[in-house]
């Protein structure tokens, strides 16, 4: 009787783990692919972006496709602000990794970076902000970087990876909000509490024809396009078909441009006069203003 028992009791127990095993491999099964996998110390901002503080061997980025790792930040021997990064591509393709929106203590700072990592592989590579265009923007240190992380398929366009994240290099206690030292050549065309535009300058040996140099500062907390209608070149119909998307509490310096074949007809530049517009996402206009600058 004893025996019977005993082996009954041995018959309940394996069923009692084949029961739990089961429920695991349920459980694995649901998980959802691409989930992102973030350090316990990474918050999450109100639009969805990763934030991390330091930068030394920050993963800030990892699903089961691909990984994104700050390994290191410092000024190199050339005075460029550099990034070390590892990229590890755990899929069976090739991916080509890009940033773009990228920000560097809220200006807009386009490293003009992409590297293709093949399929399996693991690349170290860095991302260079070159030493002259921070002077132009007057940064001496970096506090804060902004960007879009994105992983795609070289061949197909598959999406491995779209994030948005931000680094505090040196913490987040280190980063004060700048703005643009203003100069006693700006033309200021709208300054008020949400919105900048300034004409810096001009440039008649552009290399395309004609620009004028622009600062832009957003403000508000929300992201605008701004745009330029109605232009006129010394009178003349000329539009340089300008527009600039800028996120809330960024600033950034841009370009309004013809070209020589549409100045022809202008002939020597008296004055520009266009209709400034700055929307929001959806194309409702936020504000409209005409201005006119002579040079």
């Known amino acids: 009787m004893n025996r019977i028992r005993f082996f009954a009791l041995l018959l309940a127990l394996c069923a009692m783990l084949s029961l739990c095993a089961c429920s695991s491999e349920e459980e694995k099964s649901t998980t959802e692919p691409n989930t992102l996998v973030t350090e316990p110390t990474a918050e ?28 290191k930040a410092e000024i190199d021997s050339l005075s460029d602000y550099c990034w070390d990064v590892t990229l590890v591509n755990s899929s069976s393709s090739a991916q080509v990794f890009t940033v773009e929106n990228v920000f560097v203590n809220d200006f807009a700072f386009d490293p003009v970076w992409a590297v293709k990592v ?5 690349v170290d590579e860095s991302i260079i902000w070159t030493a002259p265009q921070m002077e132009a923007l007057g940064i001496t240190q970096i506090t804060r970087v902004d960007l879009t992380l994105r992983v795609n398929d070289p061949t197909t366009g598959k999406e491995f990876a779209n994030a948005t994240l931000t680094n505090y290099p040196s913490g987040k206690s280190a980063y004060l909000p700048k703005t643009r030292n203003p100069q006693t050549t700006d033309v200021v065309l709208l300054d008020n509490a949400d919105y900048t535009v300034i004409i810096t300058g001009h440039d008649n040996e552009h290399r395309w024809g004609y620009a004028l140099e622009l600062y832009l500062y957003n403000k508000t907390g929300k ?25 809330g509490g960024k600033q950034g310096f841009s370009e309004m441009i013809w070209f020589e074949e549409q100045l022809a007809e202008a002939g020597e530049i008296t004055g520009v006069s266009f209709d400034l517009q700055i929307a929001d996402e959806n194309g409702n206009p936020l504000t409209t203003g005409s201005y006119v600058y002579v040079p």
């Open 44 to 71: 999450v901002g109100e639009s969805g972006e990763l934030i991390y503080e330091g930068a030394n061997s920050k993963c800030l980025f990892e699903n089961e496709s691909c990984s994104f790792t700050l390994q």
């Open 118 to 122: 093949p399929a399996g592989s693991t």
């Open 223 to 247: 992201t605008v396009t701004l745009t330029a209608k109605n232009v006129l070149v010394s009178g003349c119909d000329c539009d340089p078909q300008w527009s600039y998307t800028l996120p």
